[in-house]
């Protein structure tokens, strides 16, 4: 098992000490606010934050200094007040983004005397918007706080969606769905990237996927929910599947009103922790990713046009993007069609609507147990690449049978595989790009371009194409295998760097940069080294 190591800046790096593995009990000293970096922090909130910061960096101050500190009951008190409001907030996201297909099955194309290819367009266009206000959108998160930012967004969605309920004709759910695109837009990355600014590269696969599992619930709740609310067909003489719109909408409001008074930004700032727990959270991100016995160097989180154009012009992103298609094609093209595939197989509407249920809950629970086993490991590419490979015997499956279990059976192991698969992708890189503005570019353009493939799978399955559905499986099929062959690319160069860059360490320690040029160096520095 692989040992955690020292330590960078936030998220950006290896695994940072255990304090059970500590000795002294030299606690942290109060010290003069030197130089502040900005998180994006509102004004009235930078001078704590500079405090902190100051005191997480002054000289002398090591993880000796925080040793009397209990790092698991602090962890503890992060998860309780962070992960089940993100969780709640993705769950909606989700929910409100999918379905589309619950009530397609209620009648929606019907009612607004849509075409099969007019509704795959209303799929379509959706990822266009949401595609392009990704990277914007984590940009002005690192400028905003993330308790005024996310809950607004969450607003904006919230009633899109509850007039989408009142859409006339073809014309109006596609203005609807290009304007859901813009305002879900920022919770995806937004969330994937702030939970890198409070834990370590070791524990952020953990909470990723509690966090993503919410995806899979909401896979869940929406079928059972959309199961009850069309019972309400023809209350207030509206369609049932008017009422799926308008209930998730309304509700979407109402829990991004109580997020703005329940969200915490950043640890620096944050009440339920002391000074001390404050300052030992900080120290532990800026300086992870490090081999042991370095230099100490604390990663350069100012904002900077250069970290953001290095973002753009970094390989492992672009080639991790088609890794991330091989997962999110599949992801879509289930999540958007698995009520439809279901039905298909000869199931009335609403036996479709529940035998959603048992696979997205499958999935959810082996997504936290495999995030789990990750972090305990700090490995992330052995259950990326070994997920895509379940994957494709799912489809393998779908494609080569038209019996209606075995089609069942093979969309449930796609499913159970690419959950899981999904949130270790996105800590993957997150872990390997260092330096909080070119994590916060990079994760909203792998985000953005990985979610393209949506745009691809809204148009994998034609309904003319039914019950089989045989071209749409075997596109999700040739999706999954690049994305095997890009993981293999990835890891077979980061092992080559980090040999590299372990030579030219041991033969001539750091090439004459100081700590700082290193720390600007994020993720290019020497003494850097990428999490396989």
Not at 66 to 87: G, N, Q, S, T, V
Request: hydrophobic share 45%.
């Amino acid at each position: 098992m692989e040992k955690p190591e020292a330590i960078k800046s936030e998220g950006g790096g290896q695994d940072s000490p255990r304090s059970g593995s500590i000795n002294e009990h030299d606690s942290i000293k109060p010290v003069a606010v030197g130089h502040h970096h900005d998180h994006g922090k509102h004004h009235t909130k930078s001078e704590e934050k500079a405090r902190i910061d100051a005191l997480a960096t002054a000289p002398g101050v090591s993880m000796n200094s925080f040793a009397h500190l209990d790092e698991k009951k602090i962890l503890r008190k992060m998860d309780l007040r962070l992960i089940p409001m993100l969780a709640l907030l993705y769950l909606l996201s989700f929910l409100d983004r999918g379905n589309i297909g619950n009530a397609k099955i209620e009648g929606l194309v019907e009612d607004l005397g849509m075409t099969g290819p007019q509704y795959n367009w209303c799929l379509t266009v959706f990822f266009f918007t949401y595609a392009a206000f990704e990277v914007p959108s984590n940009l002005l998160l690192k400028k905003l706080r993330p308790s005024i930012w996310l809950p607004s967004i969450m607003v904006a969605w919230g009633i899109v969606m509850t007039l989408m309920g009142i859409v006339q004709d073809y014309k109006g759910l596609l203005i609807a769905r290009i304007f859901l695109g813009v305002t879900e837009a920022g919770l995806f990355p937004g969330v994937a990237y702030y939970i890198t600014m409070w834990y370590c590269r070791h524990e952020a696969q953990l909470r990723q996927a509690l966090f993503f599992s919410a995806a899979s619930i909401a896979g869940a709740f929406s079928g059972l929910l959309a199961f009850g609310i069309s019972k309400m067909d023809g209350v207030g003489n509206l369609a049932g599947w008017r009422w799926i719109f308008i209930l998730e909408g309304i509700l979407t409001v109402i829990v991004a009103v109580i997020a703005y008074f329940t969200l915490f930004d950043f640890p620096e700032t944050a009440t339920f922790l002391t000074e001390e727990e404050r300052a030992f959270i900080v120290y532990r991100l800026k300086y992870q990713g490090q081999r042991k016995n370095e230099v100490r160097v604390a990663q350069d989180d100012t904002f900077q046009w250069k970290f953001v154009k290095a973002a753009f012009l970094d390989w492992q992103i672009w080639v991790n993007i088609w890794v991330y298609w091989g997962i999110v094609a599949p992801l879509y093209g289930i999540s958007l069609f698995l009520p439809t595939i279901i039905k298909a197989l000869g199931y009335t509407s609403s036996t479709a609507q529940l035998l959603t249920v048992p696979i997205y809950i499958t999935a959810s629970v082996l997504a936290i147990g495999t995030a789990y086993v990750s972090d305990r490991y700090g490995k992330r590419s052995p259950f990326i690449l070994g997920g895509l490979c379940i994957m494709a015997v799912g489809f393998i499956m779908c494609i080569s049978t038209t019996t209606p279990g075995v089609v069942y059976a093979g969309v449930f192991i796609a499913a159970c595989a690419l959950y899981p698969a999904f949130p270790g992708n996105i800590t993957w890189l997150s872990a390997n790009l260092a330096g909080s503005t070119k994590r916060a570019t990079g994760q909203a353009i792998q985000i953005a371009m990985g979610n393209l493939a949506g745009a691809m799978a809204s148009n994998f399955y034609r309904s003319k194409d039914a019950p089989h559905y045989v071209l749409g499986h075997s596109l999700e099929l040739a999706f999954i295998i690049v994305g095997i062959l890009a993981g293999l690319v990835l890891v077979f160069n980061y092992r080559r760097i980090n040999a590299k860059r372990a030579r030219q360490l041991a033969e001539n320690a750091h090439n004459g940069y100081t700590p700082e040029e290193l720390g600007e160096l994020g993720d290019r520095a020497i003494t850097f080294q990428y999490v396989l």
